[in-house]
Nanobody, 115 residues
Framework: QVQLVESGGGLVQPGGSLRLSCAAS????????MGWYRQAPGKQREAVAT???????NYADSVKGRFTISRDYAKNTVYLQMNSLRPEDTAVYYC?????????WGQGTQVTVSS
């Protein structure tokens, strides 16, 4: 079992920055990928950024150049640095982790971009 605890969401003005963190704990052989997804009201959950165990990174086109995902393998923690935030980035952001045979989700953290 893996528990994912997210932090760092909040209210920010357009053009501002936020940093999300997600720490994994529990009993597992290893985590082979971690990432961030988001779900805006009335929309489906979408992938924002993911990082594999080997360090391969993928970003949604809508966040390329503005968001940066990083991973601390020793701490089983993944971060999402979000810069130049836009109102359309407003959503609940969920941390995601894959272990062999299982997938886990965090409880979600609200990010609101508004003036």
């Amino acid at each position: 079992q893996v528990q994912l605890v997210e932090s760092g969401g909040g209210l920010v003005q357009p053009g501002g920055s936020l940093r999300l963190s997600c720490a994994a704990s529990g009993s597992f052989p290893y985590i082979y990928s971690m990432g961030w997804y988001r779900q805006a009201p009335g929309k489906q959950r979408e992938a924002v950024a993911t990082v594999s165990r080997g360090g391969s990174i993928n970003y949604a086109d809508s966040v390329k150049g503005r968001f940066t995902i990083s991973r601390d393998y020793a701490k089983n923690t993944v971060y999402l640095q979000m810069n130049s935030l836009r109102p359309e980035d407003t959503a609940v952001y969920y941390c995601n982790a894959h272990t062999p045979g299982n997938e886990y989700w965090g409880q979600g953290t609200q990010v609101t971009v508004s003036s």
